[in-house]
T-cell receptor
Framework: DSGVTQTPKHLITATGQRVTLRCSPR?????VYWYQQSLDQGLQFLIQ???????AKGNILERFSAQQFPDLHSELNLSSLELGDSALYFC?????????????FGEGSRLTVL | KNEVEQSPQNLTAQEGEFITINCSYS?????LHWLQQHPGGGIVSLFM???GKKKHGRLIATINIQEKHSSLHITASHPRDSAVYIC???????????FGKGTKLTVNP
């Protein structure tokens, strides 16, 4: 158990819909990272938050947004969903703001868009 | 060409064999991570390296910064080592983690 909790574990929805994925980091970790893993693209970095502020942005679509709340949990919002958004979405946390420390991954949220 | 290349893509071994997975990268990095992803999908961080060598149980990871190359070794492999092993690098001056496509390891009893 990494100590990182992601909900929901599985989600099936339709094109055009909006979903919210939630991540609770390990106790005390200030950094939260979001990653997308699809069959054709592999793992890709989406976005990082540190102590409530956005620190780095990767290949995140404009239809996607994220935030980190004062209690340090984070949410990834995916809107106007397309078939190609079907993927595993991972959250990871780290005690540091720099991506040079160990990362602790959640179990992932599997999104299926029909 | 991908910024992070792993070889081999697939690897099948017999229980007890010594395993080596390679990772080459083309960008300046501040750290390199080795991750393990089990068939159920969960990802576990095995090592984070910025230089030299690290060992944890039967796993050894090495990195050569000058040659931009890292290796993950598994000694006395076991069927429970069957998983996808992913190399990822943190680009220097960035928080962006760039991933290799992974090496699928199958260890047969």
């Amino acid at each position: 158990d990494s100590g990182v909790t992601q909900t929901p574990k599985h989600l099936i929805t339709a094109t055009g819909q909006r979903v919210t994925l939630r991540c609770s980091p390990r106790s005390g970790d200030l950094s939260v990272y979001w990653y997308q893993q699809s069959l054709d693209q592999g793992l890709q970095f989406l976005i990082q938050y540190y102590n409530g502020e956005e620190r780095a942005k990767g290949n995140i679509l404009e239809r996607f947004s994220a935030q980190q709340f004062p209690d340090l949990h984070s949410e990834l919002n995916l809107s106007s969903l397309e078939l190609g958004d079907s993927a595993l979405y991972f959250c990871a946390s780290s005690p540091r703001w720099k991506n040079t420390g160990e990362l602790f991954f959640g179990e992932g949220s599997r999104l299926t868009v029909l | 060409k991908n910024e992070v290349e792993q070889s081999p893509q697939n690897l099948t071994a017999q229980e007890g064999e010594f395993i080596t997975i390679n990772c080459s990268y083309s960008v300046g990095i501040s750290a390199l991570h080795w991750l393990q992803q089990h068939p159920g999908g969960g990802i576990v961080s095995l090592f984070m390296l910025s230089s030299g060598k690290k060992k944890h149980g039967r796993l050894i990871a090495t990195i050569n910064i000058q040659e931009k190359h890292s290796s993950l070794h598994i000694t006395a492999s076991h069927p429970r080592d069957s998983a996808v092993y992913i190399c990822a690098v943190t680009q220097g001056g960035s928080e962006k983690l760039v991933f290799g496509k992974g090496t699928k390891l199958t260890v047969n009893p």
